[in-house]
């Protein structure tokens, strides 16, 4: 899976056509970004038990959709390339969780 170069043009040119790039600074993208991840945790709410709600996947898409949007805009804000972001806190994060401690369980860092 990859967000492909035609994807994130999509996303900038649906800013750009609105000069919307004035508003999106990292504070106010830091926010929406927040927003957004609150609207799909809402999806969530009261489900009791369940741990997935198949029966709102159309839902679940659209505000991950705004989620990662977001995401990708704030990267282009910070001028930060999300590629490589992602492979470097991954690398960060296996030497946080080897493997041979980490296998199967999902404690903290700092408890395994």
């Known amino acids: ?17 609105r000069n919307w790039k004035q508003f999106h600074n ?4 830091a926010i929406s970004i927040n927003l957004e991840a609150s609207e799909l945790l809402e999806l969530f709410q009261w489900s ?17 959709a705004d989620v990662l949007s ?3 805009l704030m990267a282009d804000a910070c001028g ?3 590629d490589k972001i992602i492979k470097e806190k991954f690398l960060q994060n296996a030497k946080k969780y080897p ?4 296998f ?6 700092c408890d395994i």
């Open 1 to 17: 899976m990859k967000i492909s170069k035609e994807t994130s043009d999509i996303i900038f040119k649906f800013r750009d056509e």
């Open 26 to 29: 990292p504070k106010d993208l």
């Open 48 to 64: 009791g038990e369940k741990t997935e709600c198949p029966e709102k996947n159309d839902r679940i898409a659209e505000e991950l």
């Open 70 to 72: 977001y995401c990708i």
């Open 80 to 82: 930060l390339d999300p």
């Open 99 to 102: 493997i041979d401690r980490s």
């Open 104 to 109: 199967g369980k999902s404690d903290k860092y």
